[in-house]
């Protein structure tokens, strides 16, 4: 069976500008640091992966979301990104394109959704998926053979060990984030229930569905405070079904990827040279893109 490496950009983005010092610039004087260490990652994951097929996904927007629509809250706790790091996520994609990745990004649907889009139109063509992040909110669209790879840990989860992780399986973890929330994305949740209790619920209850069909078997649950978690099962069912809205990843972004355009494509020499001459990129690091 075939590989397909889903990478969520932003995360190795985000991560290369907070750990490499600002001072690192371009020929225009401005931050260069996210782009260089974006830059090693990829050319890190190709040589140890040895894939053929790579999909890069990134994120436009903390704002413009489908999920804005459902609630407006959404995402609306965190910082945009700072100025130095905005104006460094298109070279970033523009990069991946140099490098011969199949890139998508829309401000419409998170990254997440282009890479639950593209796994689900991928998986009939006799494709496994290896989700390259460290959000385990990806962990929801693992399957058999699939993999969650949160790359820079070296850190590596399947189906089975997924439970042993986060204490649900991945076809539960969307309503495990549906009754405990997340702080990180503003998604509510039910208040008084968090991740033990979420995770004793499913364990039991096995769905989001059937502990609201089933309501009055909360109460009788080996659970410490089983009676009052059923209490506010009660009074925000609307807002546990929204949580789940918010936190299930769609698979029905507007975008096709195909076998084809999937495989990874061999470098571009001379964008590469002008892209390392405007971004001051070493000669050392010049060549290692080459080599991705």
């Not at 889903?6 to 983005?13: E, G, N, R």
């Not at 399986?169 to 033990?196: E, F, H, S, T």
Request: glycine share 6%; hydrophobic share 40%; charged share 25%.
């Amino acid at each position: 069976m075939k590989t397909l490496y889903l990478v969520d950009a932003s995360i190795y983005i985000f991560r290369a500008y907070f750990s490499i010092p600002e001072t690192m610039t371009g020929a225009d004087g401005k931050p260069v640091n996210a782009v260089y260490g974006f830059a090693d990652f990829l050319h890190q994951l190709a040589t140890l992966a040895k894939g053929r097929h790579y999909v890069v996904a990134f994120d436009e927007s903390l704002t413009t979301s489908f999920r804005n629509d459902l609630y407006p809250p959404y995402k609306a706790n965190r910082e945009l990104p700072p100025p130095e790091l905005a104006a460094q996520l298109k070279a970033c994609q523009e990069l991946a394109g140099i490098l011969g990745f199949r890139t998508y990004a829309s401000e419409r649907y998170e990254a997440d959704d282009l890479i639950g889009t593209v796994a689900r139109q991928m998986r009939t063509k006799d494709f496994r998926m290896a989700y390259v992040t460290g959000d385990k909110d990806l962990a929801q669209l693992l399957k058999p053979g699939d993999i969650w790879w949160n790359f820079a840990r070296g850190e590596k989860l399947n189906p089975s060990t997924t439970r042993e992780k986060l204490g649900v399986r991945p076809d539960q973890v969307v309503d495990l984030l549906a009754l405990m929330g997340d702080a990180v994305d503003n998604i509510p949740g039910v208040p008084g229930i968090g991740q033990k209790t979420a995770t004793v619920l499913l364990t039991h209850l096995k769905s989001l569905e059937k502990i609201y069909s089933d309501l009055d078997r909360v109460a009788q649950l080996p659970l410490r405070g089983a009676r009052r978690a059923q209490l506010q099962l009660e009074q925000h069912r609307d807002q546990a079904y929204l949580s789940q809205s918010l936190a299930r990843i769609s698979e029905n972004a507007p975008i096709r990827c195909t076998e084809a355009s999937s495989k990874k494509q061999p470098v571009r020499p001379r964008k590469l040279e002008a892209f390392c001459s405007r971004h001051r990129f070493s000669e050392r690091m010049h060549q290692r893109l080459l080599s991705t």
